[in-house]
């Protein structure tokens, strides 16, 4: 060795600091590969990997506890975890290069060869294409993810070199540091250079503690706040056991629907949600897929006589109509936000399935394939209702980007999860194909279960004694339509029927609204709803999973 006397923990320090550092560097400049070209990020294959292999329990548990941000978390956790991996191949390789010194590694001042990063390039390189995409399901080299092979070769070849020349770098920036130092003893003491590793040490450490302690603390404060806001009360088995007690769950004959003079409520939803309100749910933990219109192409295959493939314009030429349809998230609680309602256009599903001939015998479901590597499946019967589309607008808009861009399916009826975005292939099968979500155990046929939700008073909010007010929310049952919808302010013993605004279509939610002057006290407010066919809205409290959430919507109000 040259100049510069270092024990093996301190080569180990040094090579992970600057594993570290490069690491930070190199997984940015990896996020940014991900989000401008579309190519691979390693947290975001394993993450999609762990969320899709989580035991149902562990998934529900993670869910309500975290609430939509629970993928986000998983995320940045992952995105943490990459990190201290470039830190311990940084420690690593510096330890090595004097372990297995053939070749001049390293010179005189203790500084390291850059051919030394490019092999820790390479070997990056080959771990992540040859071992850790394919654990994570994605194939060698991530050949399964729609990003391909070559890409990802390409962009964990980018990110592999800028670590390794980044590592060396700034491994010998620190060494060079350290020299300077013990080579002027009058300016450091060695004790001074002892103290200064311990307070970059503790350095480390203490932003692990804060890392740590800041996720548990979001953790519990979604845990005391509860995950989405109001759900239904679970709190009262009191009440609990008065609804269920008197609930009649078929209406014989059904009510008939009244709509009565509309007054404008604040507070309460818009009747159709604007593009940028629209909610939005993806499995994609960072970037959902952007698709070029130009370069995209649609293939309608499998049981058909006549297979075809068209571009965007081609399906822009078809002819097109257009329909109001709410949608929900199968993974929406009661009174939760997951739930949204727009004009949709586009080309009848039984269209496009007509231009590819005739369907052959024995076909039984339609698969939708996108861009983002998600499938799921309909029955054949659900594909050729009038009401199944390939939407390509949204609100008269172009669909945008996280909403599907530029094609995806409404299906009414059945949950969110069947409303396949960014659909790139239509397959026609005779198999009991089984989607993404399916895989982890949530419902296939996926039928909406009759909601309503309590938009104004909010959760807890103070109302004042006396003064007109309005208690007004939406209610959605799919496409059975909603007959009627009752309000109780005392906890589901008495109830009164709201006032329901002329819904824009069958398919969509309905608002509605009673007016309340209430005396000081203190209440809570409970909401039903009925549709079409007599059927009651299901009191029973159930969660998300497996089927969809069902339970009423209930809010405690204090007027003073
Ligand atoms: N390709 C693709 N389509 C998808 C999803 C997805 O992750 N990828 N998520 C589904 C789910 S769970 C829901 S609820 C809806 C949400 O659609 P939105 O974001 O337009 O509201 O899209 C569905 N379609
Ligand atoms: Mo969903």
Redesign the pocket.
Known sequence: MGALPTTQKERWQRGALAGLLAGILASLLMLLLSLTMGSISLPEALGSAIAQSLPLPVFDYLHTLLGGDAKHYLFYIILVGQCLVFALFGGLCNLLADRLNFGQWRDEQGDLNYSVGLMLAFILWLFSGLIFLPLTGSGIFGAQLVTGALNTMFSLAITGIVYGLLFIFLHNRLTWRLLRRTASPDQETAEALESKRIERRSLIRNSLVVLGLGTLGVAAWRFITGSSGGTASTADPQLQSNLLNKYQQKISPPPQPTYGEWQEVPGLSSEVTSNAQ???????LLS??SVKGDDWQLMVDGLVSQPFTMSYKELLALPMHKQYES??????EVGGS?M?NALWEGISLKDLLERAGTIKPGATKVVLY???????SIHLAKALEPTTMVAIKMNGETLPT???YPA??LVPGI?????????TRIQVVNTDYQG??QQNGWSDPAPIKMTSRIDTPTYGSKVSAGKQAYIAGVAFSGNKGISQVEVSVDGGKSWQKANLRRPLSALTWVLWELPWQPQAGSYSIVVRATDLQGNVQNPKIAPPLPDGSSGYHTIPITVS
């Open positions: 629209f909610y939005g749910v993806s499995k994609n959902d897929p949608m929900m998230c199968i993974s929406n997951y949204s996108a861009a983002d590597s998600y499938s799921d996280s909403h599907g995806r399916l949950y969110g999860m069947k409303h396949v975005k960014w659909i993404y979500w």
